[in-house]
C-alpha cells in the first residue's frame, strides 16, 4: 500500500509563480516529514523538514504547511526561479529503534519557465 | 563535507550476472540504506543496516542482498539479475537515532539489465 501519497506528477509555473506540491499521509506513527529536492543525475538532498507539533515551517522561499488532523502537508516555493526546476519529493519518517526509516512519495515533476 | 561515495554511476550487465553495488560513507554513520528509484513510482527502501553485519529488509528486498562487513562500507548484490531490476539504485545514510533530515544520500548507481 502507498502510505505517502503526492500530487501533482508534474507542474509546470512561470518564473515568479508559487507552485505548491501536496502529500498526504495515513500512518499515525510518522513524526517527521521532510522535503527533498533532486536534480537530474544528482541525489535527493533535503530541502525542508516539519515535525507534527508545528503547523507550518519556513526557510527563504520554501514553506511547509502541516495539518495533523487531515494528516496532509504541503510544500509552496514563493517567487519560484528556473533554478528550482528540479523533482521534489516529500517523505514520512517514523522512529525504529536507533534508526529512522523514508518512505517516500512518487516524486512531482517541476518546471519554472523564464 | 558529507560524502556518500557510489564507486559505479553506470552499469550494464546481462540476465543471470552476479551484480554488486558498492557505497562507502566518509561521515561514520551507523544506519546506511539502499533505495531504488523508478519514474512514477518515487523511491522504495530495499533494504538498511543500523549496525555492521546487521541488516533489515525494506519494502522491496525480493531479489536483493545487502552485506556489511565495516561501518562505512554497504554493498547492495544482485544475485541473479533480471531486466525488471534496471532502475536508478541510491545508497544514503544517516547517524544513529536520527530523524529523518539527516539521510544523506548519494549520487546514484544507474543499472541496465539486458
Known amino acids: 500500500q502507498q502510505q505517502v501519497k503526492q500530487s501533482p506528477q508534474s507542474l509546470i509555473v512561470q518564473k515568479g509563480g508559487i507552485p505548491i506540491i501536496n502529500c498526504a499521509y495515513e500512518n499515525t506513527a510518522f513524526d517527521y516529514f521532510p522535503w527533498y529536492q533532486q536534480f537530474p543525475g544528482k541525489g535527493p538532498a533535503l530541502l525542508i523538514a516539519?515535525?507534527?507539533?508545528?503547523s507550518e515551517k519556513k526557510e527563504g522561499r520554501f514553506t511547509i504547511s502541516f495539518n495533523k488532523s487531515a494528516k496532509q502537508f504541503s510544500l509552496h516555493i514563493m517567487d519560484s526561479q528556473p533554478g528550482d526546476s528540479a523533482t521534489y519529493f516529500c517523505?514520512?519518517?517514523?522512529?525504529?529503534?536507533?534508526?529512522?526509516?523514508?518512505?517516500f512519495g512518487k516524486g512531482t515533476m517541476l518546471l519554472v519557465s523564464p | 563535507d558529507v560524502k556518500v561515495t557510489q564507486s559505479s554511476r553506470y552499469l550494464v550487465k546481462r540476465t543471470g550476472e552476479k551484480v554488486f553495488l558498492e557505497c562507502v560513507q566518509d561521515?561514520?554513520?551507523?544506519?546506511m540504506f539502499w533505495y531504488r528509484q523508478d519514474p512514477g513510482l518515487g523511491l522504495r527502501l530495499i533494504y538498511f543496516?543500523?549496525?555492521?553485519?546487521?541488516?533489515e529488509k525494506g519494502d522491496i528486498p525480493e531479489g536483493y542482498s545487502v552485506s556489511r562487513e565495516k561501518k562505512e562500507r554497504f554493498s547492495l548484490i544482485l544475485e541473479s539479475a533480471s531486466t525488471n531490476q534496471t532502475s536508478m539504485y541510491l545508497c544514503?545514510?544517516?547517524?544513529?537515532?536520527?530523524?529523518?533530515?539527516?539521510?544523506?544520500f548519494g549520487e546514484g548507481s544507474w543499472l541496465t539489465v539486458v
Open positions: 517523505a514520512a519518517s517514523k522512529q525504529g529503534s536507533g534508526y529512522s526509516t523514508l518512505t
Open positions: 543496516s543500523y549496525d555492521v553485519k546487521m541488516k
Open positions: 544514503a545514510s544517516s547517524p544513529f537515532q536520527a530523524a529523518g533530515n539527516t539521510i544523506y
Open positions: 516539519i515535525r507534527p507539533d508545528v
Open positions: 561521515m561514520d554513520h551507523e544506519n
